[in-house]
């Protein structure tokens, strides 16, 4: 069995917007924003009143990887996710794949269908 490790190379971005930043995963949005310098210290005195509006939004996470002929040769190919946020939208270049409904759940998506060989995004 292959694994790829796709916990690293991720980008995030408000819904709406065209504007990417550089995002940690497993992370929070909050978090994202504030190591990009979006937002003050929300842990700092009443600095996290100023970043409630981040609460009410939605966001899209997208990371980009490949996938040799070696993954193709499998009848399966799945995606893990685990603490993903309660409502998401799972896509694989741009098809939806799944969703997910709670965060306490690690939720496995079979991508076979979606993936090709070279480059694929994966968008939460």
Do not use: C
Not at 23 to 30: I, L, W
Not at 94 to 102: P, R
Request: no cysteine.
């Amino acid at each position: 069995m292959l694994k790829l490790n796709l916990d690293t190379g991720w980008k995030f971005k408000q819904v709406g917007t065209d504007k990417e930043y550089p995002a940690s995963v497993p992370g929070d949005v909050t978090v994202d924003f504030y190591d990009n310098g979006l937002i003050k210290n929300p842990w700092i005195k009443m600095n996290y009143e100023e970043s409630f509006w981040i609460l009410r939004e939605d966001f899209s996470y997208t990371k980009t990887f490949k996938i040799g002929k070696d993954f193709l040769s499998y009848d399966k190919i799945f995606v893990n996710l685990k603490g993903d946020d309660t409502y998401s939208d799972v896509y694989v270049n741009g098809k939806h794949v799944g969703l997910t409904e709670n965060m306490f759940v690690a939720y496995r998506f079979d991508i076979k269908p979606f993936v090709k060989e070279g480059e694929n995004t994966l968008e939460i």
